[in-house]
């Protein structure tokens, strides 16, 4: 079963506007971390945010905000005033404990494009 | 220079050969991670370390064999290539087990078996 699924291939944007990214996420730790990733055209990841399980209020990094809800086990990323520079590939990740060491598990990928 | 660099960016090799993928990391990291990155799979865990001399496998392990005798070094050996193994490597490193830190991620190195 897929542990971390990005339901959302591609998606299109306006510049200026908001957009929401989905990520959903399946694990039977209490303790976890959640994390979003940036992989531009020239390939590098870039760390963007980061969710802890127990963090009660939703994570913020300047315009990149994480929507959090445990029950639903849903971990969106919003994305505000888009700028052609956000174009790229977003990846939702998730560190889970596995027989005393920590891994990161990735999804499958949203690929963003902002329109001018 | 501080940071994590794989070597080399790009590689081609021919079914069968073994090919070794080097990464390197400066800070002394504790974790070190492979990853390969395929078109519709995102990133899917290859190895990992939590220090020298300790390896674990990941999701897709086979094919490859990794070793990791100082902890600022972490090759990755594909021992038979074949073609289902051309893709694009990336490595990362990290030293905190908890808390907002995002590991760092080597430039990647895109391998085609021919």
């Known amino acids: 079963a897929q542990k971390i699924t990005q339901t959302q291939p591609g998606m299109f944007v306006q510049e200026k506007e908001a957009v929401t990214l989905d990520c959903t996420y399946d694990?039977?730790?209490?303790?976890?971390?959640l994390f979003w990733y940036k992989q531009p055209s020239s390939g590098e990841m870039i760390f963007l945010i980061y969710q802890g399980s127990y963090d009660e209020q939703n994570a913020t990094e300047g315009r990149y905000s994480l929507n959090f809800q445990k029950a639903r086990k849903s971990a969106n990323l919003v994305i505000s005033a888009s700028q052609l520079g956000d174009s790229a590939m977003y990846f939702c990740?998730?560190?889970?404990?596995?027989?005393?060491?920590?891994?990161?598990?990735f999804g499958t990928g949203t690929r963003l494009k902002v329109l001018a | 220079d501080a940071g994590i660099t794989q070597s080399p960016r790009y590689k081609i090799t021919e079914t069968g050969r073994q090919v070794t993928l080097m990464c390197h990391q400066t800070w002394s990291h504790s974790y070190m991670f492979w990853y390969r990155q395929d078109l519709g799979h995102g990133l899917r865990l290859i190895y990992y370390?939590?220090?020298?001399?300790?390896?674990d496998k990941g999701e897709v392990p086979d094919g490859y064999v990794v070793s990791r005798s100082k902890t600022e070094n972490f090759p990755l050996t594909l021992e038979s290539a074949t073609r289902s193994q051309t893709s694009v490597y990336f490595c990362a490193s990290g030293d905190r087990q908890n808390g907002p830190y995002g590991y760092t991620f080597g430039s990647g190195t895109r391998l085609t078996v021919v």
């Open positions: 990740a998730m560190r889970e404990r596995d027989s005393g060491t920590y891994k990161y598990i």
């Open positions: 694990t039977s730790d209490q303790s976890y971390g």
């Open positions: 370390s939590a220090a020298a001399d300790i390896t």
